[in-house]
């Protein structure tokens, strides 16, 4: 049975990294891509990143480009989202998705999904 699974999250101040983990276990051939979503409080779950595991496509949303990058190890079935210059609006669950085609932020492209991670950010 696949199951992303995320890690790294936790409570930070404002200008912080963090790095969360999201390791796919029980990974099968058709898996293509994975992609991080977050919810806040309240709001719907938005697209934050996606890769494909070869890593030649990746889709980062505007609102986080260029403080937000995203890798993936196909070796060890693990994506990386580094997250850089934390804003308390980046305070949210993260949960990390996988897909079978290339779904970048289309949402129900993506058939497994991990139980997420919680980042808080401190102004």
């Known amino acids: 049975q696949v199951q992303p699974v995320e890690s790294g999250g936790g409570s930070v101040q404002a200008g912080d990294s963090l790095r969360l983990s999201c390791v796919v276990s029980?990974?099968?051939?058709?898996?293509?891509?994975v992609g991080w979503f977050r919810q806040a409080p309240g709001k719907e779950r938005d697209f934050v990143a996606a890769?494909?595991?070869?890593?030649?496509?990746?889709m980062v949303a505007p609102s986080v480009t260029g403080r937000f990058a995203i890798s993936s190890d196909n070796a060890k079935n693990t994506v990386l989202l580094e997250m850089n210059s934390l804003q308390p609006e980046d305070t949210a669950v993260y949960f990390c998705g996988e897909a079978i085609s290339w779904s970048g932020s289309y949402y129900p492209g993506y058939k497994y999904w991990g139980q997420g991670t919680q980042v808080t950010v401190s102004a």
């Open positions: 029980g990974r099968t051939r058709d898996g293509y891509a």
């Open positions: 890769v494909s595991w070869n890593g030649k496509q990746t």
